[in-house]
């Protein structure tokens, strides 16, 4: 059965969707992740959708469930390098994945994850000062 | 109807059906004689004769749309088109087909002296053929014009939105002009495409040379910020004028989500603020 790779670095854990994802593909993510980030004591996961040139509402369901489960289990996720074209049709359709929060590569996720960690957030990072 | 003697009046009158129809030219374009040289007429008349010769030899007919009129046709596109550039108007540009009705009417009813019959078929067949050869001039005419105003447009909305790096990682848009659904697409792309090649993670949106913002513009904003968000960074919209700020709350925009701030000098400085910079005097 063909499951996508989860990377741990430090504290956070790192995935990569490289391929088209289908029903058991997605169902098999959640239940890996879910187990990693109880397992590994996760504090944050990196989801890098920098491969996907397609994402319909399936794909953004399943990234807000990964996120609401993974805050249950209090770690933070941060989706990654979404290709401009992808962003253009998301927003387009209506579908601009409230909750979730992102970041243009692996590098500021990095970062945002850690200030999350040391508790710099404010509500969705929003502020006006 | 009777077999059109068409094709053998002007064989045989070539020459003189020639000279009357360039009269006629000359005399039609006299304001503008110095634009289009006489050899020039003389060439275009040449082959438009040829032309014509040629499909009524073959029982064209006055339908001009089937493959016997297929060179007439391009040679009067290539024709208006021509005329078109060189600043004719389509009046003056269709004035070439009608000017020989003329000449050619004159040898018509020199053939057809004896025959009132025949001269009034033959007068029709001739003159429903030249109006449809004319009309097409003149549309190829108008088609041409809008060829270029469309590609004027697509110019202009390419230039008319540029994005600028104001510091590392922050970008500004200064939005000029109107914002319909088109722009915003070519909004759009352009500010994802500088967000993923300067690493940006902070945009500004100025609308200070945007005139009016409607519903319509106000949702095309919020999809650019949305879109701008799914790609790691924050927008900030700037350069909102008094005027705008009150059509916002009238027209129940909510911008709740989105920081806003009235200058583009103050939206700088919560962007450096953000980036935990300060600018102090040295």
Redesign the interface.
């Known amino acids: 059965m063909e499951r996508i790779p989860i990377l741990k670095m430090g504290s956070f854990l790192l995935v990569t969707i490289q391929v088209d994802m289908h029903d058991q593909l997605a169902l098999t993510l959640q239940d890996d992740l879910t187990a990693r980030i109880v397992a590994d004591r996760a504090s944050g996961v990196l989801i890098d959708i920098s491969a996907l040139d397609i994402v319909d509402s399936f794909i953004g369901r399943m990234l807000g469930n990964i996120a609401g489960m993974a805050r249950v289990l209090d770690a933070e996720t941060v989706v990654?390098g979404?290709q401009?074209s992808?962003?253009?049709t998301?927003?387009?359709l209506g579908l601009?994945?409230p909750g979730i929060r992102?970041?243009?590569?692996v590098d500021?996720?990095m970062e945002l994850l850690r200030s999350a960690r040391n508790g710099e957030f404010g509500g969705d990072?929003?502020?006006?000062? | 109807m009777s077999k059109t003697r068409l094709p053998d009046i002007i064989a045989h009158h070539e020459k003189e059906l020639l000279n009357e129809w360039l009269q006629h030219q000359n005399e039609a374009l006299s304001g503008r004689r110095d634009r289009i040289p006489e050899t020039q007429l003389r060439a275009n008349s040449q082959d438009f004769l040829r032309a014509l010769n040629e499909a009524l030899s073959k029982n064209a007919g006055a339908d001009i749309s089937r493959p016997e009129w297929t060179s007439m046709r391009d040679l009067l596109g290539e024709f208006s088109r021509n005329r078109a550039t060189q600043g004719l108007t389509p009046t003056e540009t269709a004035i070439f087909v009608f000017s020989f009705k003329q000449p050619l009417f004159a040898q018509i009813s020199a053939e057809y002296a004896e025959n009132k019959r025949g001269l009034a078929d033959e007068i029709w067949t001739a003159t429903e053929l030249l109006d449809k050869l004319g009309l097409y001039t003149a549309e190829v005419f108008v088609k041409n014009r809008e060829e270029i105003i469309l590609r004027q447009q697509q110019e202009m909305l390419e230039l008319s939105t540029p994005v600028v790096e104001l510091w590392h990682g922050v970008l500004a848009l200064p939005l000029i002009g109107t914002l319909d659904s088109a722009r915003t697409q070519i909004v759009m792309q352009n500010l994802l495409e500088a967000i993923v090649a300067r690493s940006s993670d902070l945009a500004i949106i100025d609308i200070t040379g945007v005139p009016t913002v409607d519903t319509l513009v106000a949702q095309h904003l919020l999809k650019t910020v949305a879109a701008a968000r799914l790609m790691g960074a924050d927008c900030i919209i700037s350069g909102i004028r008094p005027q705008i700020a009150q059509t916002i709350i009238h027209l129940g925009v909510d911008l709740s989500g989105v920081m806003t701030k009235a200058t583009l000098a103050d939206a700088f400085q919560l962007a450096l603020k953000r980036k935990n910079l300060t600018v102090s005097r040295s």
């Not at chain 1, 992102?102 to 590569?105: D, F, G, K, P, Q």
């Not at chain 1, 990072?125 to 000062?129: E, K, L, P, T």
């Open positions: 990654v979404m401009p992808v962003a253009i998301l927003v387009e601009s994945l992102t970041a243009l590569n500021r996720g990072g929003r502020q006006d000062g």
